[in-house]
């Protein structure tokens, strides 16, 4: 239960496990199992520098009960956690910190403003889990999904996502992050500032700076890291006028974020289709028909509606 506490805190497992780890979260809290996974996770957030920290986990008060019976609303589950920290003077001080998940259903969108003024506008189907108010050396989170962020500066505390394959690092920026851990392809598009990234190939970690203006794509399936270029003054983030950027993306994936976007089931139905890459850009609140209809304005897809799914083949 302990890895399946940290698979469901980056969005690994499926609805029903989901569900099943809620339900033995509320159950459980207090146990021993659940205080090593919490911290377990909560130690990836904190970093030990000069002090000698040594931390107790206490449930304060019960998890939240939530089941499916919220999926028309963003979720938004507490998870208490106090810690007691040693310091090398011997003094000793407590903090109580609440772990917060905000859980995006399909065809919504939600802001989130964190502690520090870190402002994260998040896409349909993501889910992030912060502190309540950030403690330690960084401002770590974990994501799976995709965000445009303004981060907030702050030198002395790195801000730091954590996701499937890929940690993000950055001082105080803009830039959009895309990463669904059950998808293929993660991608970053940097705006201000500046990020380092490190991502996790097979059998090594590759550790990467971007500048403005640099897209960097991952592609799990085959390992394959591309940083390349793009002009951020065209750029719309997904939050304004629903817009939307395919930068050389293959119709599969694409059809994964309309299904997400749209709240609807877009199925590709060959794989010449699936592998076919498109660059098309969608910033004036375009319908799911209208875009659709751009992208298969070429002849060579067709479109076919049955019931709720929508199926697309070659011609």
């Known amino acids: 239960m302990k890895n399946k506490i940290r698979d469901y805190f980056y969005d690994r497992?499926?609805?029903?496990?989901?569900?099943?780890?809620?339900?033995?979260?509320?159950?459980?809290?207090g146990s021993k199992e659940v205080d090593d996974a919490l911290r377990s996770l909560f130690d990836d957030c904190l970093t030990a520098s000069d002090q000698q920290l040594r931390r107790q986990t206490v449930v304060k008060r019960s998890i939240p009960h939530v089941l499916a019976a919220a999926a028309a609303l963003a979720l938004l589950i507490i998870i208490p956690i106090s810690y007691r920290a040693g310091l090398n003077t011997g003094e000793e001080r407590i903090a109580a910190i609440e772990w917060v998940e905000a859980s995006v259903p399909y065809g919504e969108k939600q802001t989130v403003t964190l502690s520090d003024g870190t402002v994260m506008h998040l896409n349909s189907g993501s889910r992030l889990t912060y502190p309540s108010v950030f403690s330690g050396d960084s401002r770590t989170?974990?994501?799976?999904?995709?965000?445009?962020?303004?981060?907030?500066?702050?030198?002395?505390?790195?801000?730091?996502?954590k996701s499937?394959?890929?940690?993000?690092?950055?001082?105080?920026?803009?830039?959009n992050f895309k990463n669904f851990a059950r998808e293929r392809m993660?991608?970053?598009?940097?705006?201000?500032?500046?990020?380092?990234?490190?991502?996790?190939?097979?059998?090594?970690?590759?550790?990467?700076?971007?500048?403005?203006?640099?897209?960097?794509?991952?592609?799990?399936?085959?390992?394959?890291?591309?940083?390349?270029?793009?002009?951020?003054?065209?750029?719309?983030?997904?939050y304004e006028d629903n817009s939307l950027h395919f930068f050389d993306m293959e119709m599969a994936d694409i059809a994964d974020e309309l299904s997400r976007r749209f709240n609807?089931?877009?199925?590709?139905?060959?794989?010449?289709?699936?592998?076919?890459r498109y660059f098309s850009i969608f910033t004036n609140n375009e319908t799911l028909d209208q875009i659709l209809a751009v992208m298969s304005s070429d002849g060579k897809m067709r479109v076919r509606h049955s019931g709720k799914t929508i199926y697309l083949e070659s011609k």
């Open 186 to 238: 993660a991608e970053l598009l940097l705006m201000e500032g500046s990020v380092e990234a490190s991502v996790s190939i097979p059998n090594d970690t590759r550790t990467v700076r971007l500048k403005p203006g640099d897209k960097m794509q991952y592609n799990r399936e085959n390992g394959n890291l591309d940083i390349a270029r793009f002009n951020p003054k065209g750029y719309k983030a997904f």
């Open 264 to 276: 609807c089931e877009i199925v590709v139905l060959d794989e010449e289709l699936a592998s076919r």
């Open 13 to 29: 497992l499926s609805t029903r496990e989901e569900e099943e780890v809620q339900k033995y979260l509320c159950a459980n809290k």
């Open 141 to 161: 989170v974990f994501m799976d999904g995709e965000a445009y962020l303004d981060v907030a500066k702050d030198p002395e505390h790195p801000f730091i996502i």
């Open 164 to 175: 499937q394959n890929i940690d993000i690092k950055v001082l105080g920026t803009s830039f």
